[in-house]
Nanobody, 114 residues
Framework: QVQLVESGGGLVQPGGSLRLSCTTS????????MAWFRQAPGKQRELVAH???????SYAASVKGRFTISRADAKSTVYLQMDSLKPEDTAIYYC????????WGQGTQVTVSS
């Protein structure tokens, strides 16, 4: 059974940091391009960052230089280190393969507020 489980969200002040984790099961993790998406209230889900099996990364312009995606193939886990957080980063964060074709997990809420 394919499963995506996100964790690590929370409430943080502007300028703070959080590290999200996404543990997967039921997929051949190492061959998949993994991605983080987010959905803010009233907005469509958007791609934040993705990482290829070889480790090459790509970021949305809005997070480049502040977020870092990484992966641990032995643990079937993908991470998102988020630094210099801004209120506009507030959203539910989800992981998936880049195509988004796996059933979505519950996500993890990130709230940036003073």
């Amino acid at each position: 059974q394919v499963q995506l489980v996100e964790s690590g969200g929370g409430l943080v002040q502007p300028g703070g940091s959080l590290r999200l984790s996404c543990t997967t099961s039921g997929i051949t993790f190492s061959i998949n391009t993994m991605a983080w998406f987010r959905q803010a209230p009233g907005k469509q889900r958007e791609l934040v960052a993705h990482i290829y099996g070889g480790g090459t990364t790509s970021y949305a312009a809005s997070v480049k230089g502040r977020f870092t995606i990484s992966r641990a193939d032995a643990k079937s886990t993908v991470y998102l280190q988020m630094d210099s957080l801004k209120p506009e980063d507030t959203a539910i964060y989800y992981c998936n393969i880049l195509s988004g074709r796996i059933a979505w997990g519950q996500g993890t809420q990130v709230t940036v507020s003073s």
